[in-house]
């Protein structure tokens, strides 16, 4: 499902989108919640720096902000036409479903975002694997 060299790989495995070797975060696992915006300075495979200019990670917002609104509208309309749950309830839905994904839609911004800039390189894989294959 998630072919290596897809945005969509690197989006939602949050790893480095210029090669795909390596985990651009600290930490794994968004629900540590000390670690969850912690960042690599560069992927030490491409050695591609991430922050790739000064507070660059602050465009993530609006697209944070998008993210937050698709999934809302999401957990209303399950709510609300699937389940018929009063408006009350729907909206309980909606902050508790947003409250759960919050770490993840703070890491899927990010990455989002750096993947509308940097291109995933599939010569990077192919050099490595020719200088393997020459030892």
Not at 26 to 53: A, F, T, W
Not at 78 to 104: E, G, H, Q
Not at 110 to 121: A, E, L, P, T
């Amino acid at each position: 499902m998630l072919k290596k060299g897809s945005k969509l790989n690197s989006i939602l495995t949050g790893t480095c989108p210029k090669c795909q070797k390596e985990s651009m975060y600290v930490d794994k696992n968004p629900y540590h919640l000390g670690n969850v915006l912690k960042m690599n300075e560069d992927c030490s495979s491409c050695r591609l720096h991430y922050q790739i200019e000064p507070s660059f990670f602050y465009g993530a917002m609006y697209v944070s902000y998008g993210l937050n609104v698709a999934i809302g509208i999401a957990t209303f309309i399950i709510s609300k036409i699937i389940f018929d749950s009063t408006l009350k309830t729907s909206f309980i839905a909606i902050i508790t479903v947003l409250i759960l994904t919050a770490p993840l839609i703070l890491r899927w911004s990010r990455n989002i975002y750096i993947n509308m800039f940097v291109d995933y390189d599939p010569t990077l894989n192919h050099k490595e694997q020719s200088t393997k294959h020459q030892n």
